[in-house]
């Protein structure tokens, strides 16, 4: 009985979503089906690359991470490592591991029936890695727990992307690869900001309450893996066309390797489609780590709160949506080619706003960390605000040092004279320079504020605060754009040309790769994705860890314009030419053997 109601049930979705992802074409019915079941994974894994990868872990880890080290960070060759530096190393050490396999198992998927079984095994662990997020208040070392499980479940979402993106050229032909690559990507915008939606109303409404917020990076998990059953059920074990005999597994390692010596032989033959692969490598390079940081990056750099990064990123998804399409219809009018021109453009324009984000110095009471007014009867100093602290080492010895205050407390909430006093001289020489105070003019202390000299709105000590500086003078204060303005301006940018430029990106390497080769030359794709999430997350952390953040994202400015150059010179059409000539050379070889 429960087995029929739960067949009934998953049957019911299965045709709603078909409904939903609509018809291509003159498909057949089956092919239909498998598309809509490719679409879905998009739908699926795309709340991994919002909620868990730039939105709400992000948050969360930034806030128990300052909470235990405050400016500081675990000690690495004489100097301390922040919480941008781990995460990006986090993502570049993840993205090293499928870098290193997939090329190997992207040949064994294209002589063996193993492709759907790979996307399951990577996208299984992933979403379980991604529910095991929920246990790291019981572990006793919160940011490390959450490092660990992050880093196993990025593997998971990066390596069954490798093995997702190769069956494109398996469920269309070529002149559907634009419209079938944008509307995946479509979908999965629409996908993870729903369920980034949900997240959002529920942590408002629970005021961010720690396990809710587990709860939610807990639920992203499920959302992976359930949805995901439905790309499972839908899409056939792609054809082999000339399949590997049954070896054990050193032994296909062994021809996998074998052949990948034999493709890197040919790289004269597939020049063009080659030298694409090193243009995407560079530009991808840009764009997955701006991606990968942005979160971070804006609570720790700009203190976006909480609420607007995630309503951001919100915006970015459906914008992202909206802009899948349109860069299609951009294509369809000008060239593939062309369109995703545009987007790096718009892309190099992003990047440069993003390391011009700056924090007006607080002006009024409500900016400040620390609110407190005199009370003259009493000659002593009424708490109304303080910054919202966590449990971390340096919170509770914050707290130790100055008191806990609590403005809701009748007897946590009145300051005296010397409290006040030894609170400002902590916030401009001690352990408190990332927080604010304004106190009110009504006392003998000279002036009514304090800004400590780590404070996000303070600017002028790196190397390139210039940027920024001219910014909040010349453009972000003569428009009134605060800090949580600026993100959500840039964001909507961002996801305008986020989509388009990672849709064309795909389908015009697919458009240059033999069918019969496909998995093997999407094992390359999918390297030069995990290079580029090497060595982007890995140069963004050391030029962070060496200087700060801002350097480290104006030098993904450099990697997009570097790639777009080298793009230029690519021409699509005779890698199409090459692709199909090949591809008659492997069926004519196949079918002689035969």
């Known amino acids: 009985m429960i087995k029929d109601f739960y067949m009934s049930i998953k049957q019911r979705l299965f045709r709603s979503v078909g409904r939903f992802m609509g018809d291509l074409g003159d498909l057949s019915e089956d092919d239909q089906r498998a598309v809509r079941g490719w679409c879905v994974y998009d739908w699926a894994n795309s709340a991994f690359s919002t909620s868990i990868t730039v939105a709400i872990l992000p948050i969360y880890f930034a806030a128990i991470f300052t909470s235990e ?18 995460w990006a190393w986090t993502i570049g050490l993840s993205a090293f591991i499928v870098a290193v396999t997939s090329p190997v198992l992207g040949v064994i998927a294209d002589r063996a029936p193993l492709k759907m079984w790979l996307l399951r095994t990577y996208a299984s662990a992933g979403a379980l890695f991604t529910f095991l997020l929920l246990f790291s208040a019981y572990t006793g070392h919160d940011w490390a727990w959450l490092l660990g499980c992050f880093f196993i479940a990025n593997v998971g979402f990066a390596g069954s992307t490798v093995f997702y993106n190769s069956l494109l050229p398996h469920i269309v032909k070529e002149e559907y690869y634009d419209d079938v690559s944008s509307r995946g990507y479509a979908y999965g915008y ?55 005999p049954s070896l054990g597994v050193v032994k296909s390692t062994q021809l996998a390797f074998s052949e990948l010596k034999q493709t890197f032989g040919e790289i004269s033959s597939f020049k063009i ?25 804006a609570v720790i750099t700009l203190g976006v709160t909480s609420t607007t990064l995630i309503a951001t990123i919100l915006i970015i998804q459906f914008v992202g949506a909206l802009g ?11 060239s593939s080619k062309q369109a995703l021109m545009y987007s790096l453009v718009v892309w190099v324009v992003v990047i440069i706003l993003a390391t011009g984000f700056a924090i007006e110095e607080p002006s009024e009471k409500k900016d400040f960390d620390y609110q ?3 009370d003259t009867p009493t000659e002593t100093f009424l708490v109304e605000a303080v910054p919202d602290l966590g449990n971390g080492k340096a ?16 007897n946590k909430r009145v300051m005296q004279a010397d409290e006040l006093a030894f609170l400002i001289e902590q916030i401009v020489t001690g352990d408190g320079q990332r927080f604010s105070l304004y106190y009110d003019l009504n006392t003998t202390l000279d002036g009514n504020f304090v800004i400590g000299p780590e404070h996000p709105s303070q600017l002028g000590d790196e190397e390139l605060d210039a940027v920024p500086i001219w910014m909040r003078s010349n453009v972000w204060g003569p428009l009134g754009l605060s800090a949580d303005l ?11 040309v986020m989509g388009g430029s990672q849709a064309l990106a795909r389908s015009i390497f697919a458009s240059m790769t033999p069918d019969s ?21 890995l140069i963004y952390g050391w030029l962070a860890f060496k200087y700060d953040a801002r350097v480290g994202v104006m030098s993904l400015a450099i990697l997009v314009i570097l790639g777009a150059l080298l793009f230029l010179t690519v021409d699509v059409d005779e890698g199409r030419r090459v692709a199909i000539e090949e591809e008659k050379k492997s069926k004519s070889a196949s079918e002689s053997s035969s």
């Open 69 to 86: 080290y405050h400016t500081g960070g675990p000690g690495f060759l004489g100097s301390t490592l922040g919480a941008e530096t781990l």
């Open 190 to 244: 629409i996908g993870g900001g729903l369920l980034l939606l949900f997240h959002l109303i529920v942590l408002i409404i629970f005021d961010y309450d720690d396990l809710v917020t587990r709860l939610a990076l807990a639920s992203v998990g499920l959302w992976w893996y359930g949805w995901s059953l439905y790309t499972f059920a839908t899409i056939p074990e792609p054809h082999v066309e000339n399949p590997l």
């Open 273 to 297: 489609l080659f030298t694409y692969l090193i243009a995407f490598l560079l530009f991808n390079d840009g764009i997955q780590t701006v991606l990968a940081q942005a979160g971070v990056y």
């Open 324 to 334: 899948a399409t349109v860069f299609k219809w951009i294509a369809e009018f000008t």
């Open 372 to 374: 407190l007014i005199y």
């Open 395 to 410: 919170d509770l010895a914050w707290e130790d040092l100055v008191g806990d205050w609590d403005p809701d407390d009748e």
């Open 486 to 496: 600026q993100f959500l301006l840039v964001g909507a940018i961002l996801g305008l």
């Open 517 to 537: 080769r496909s998995f093997e030359f999407f094992g390359f794709f999918g390297l030069s994705i995990r290079v580029s999430t090497i060595f982007g997350p």
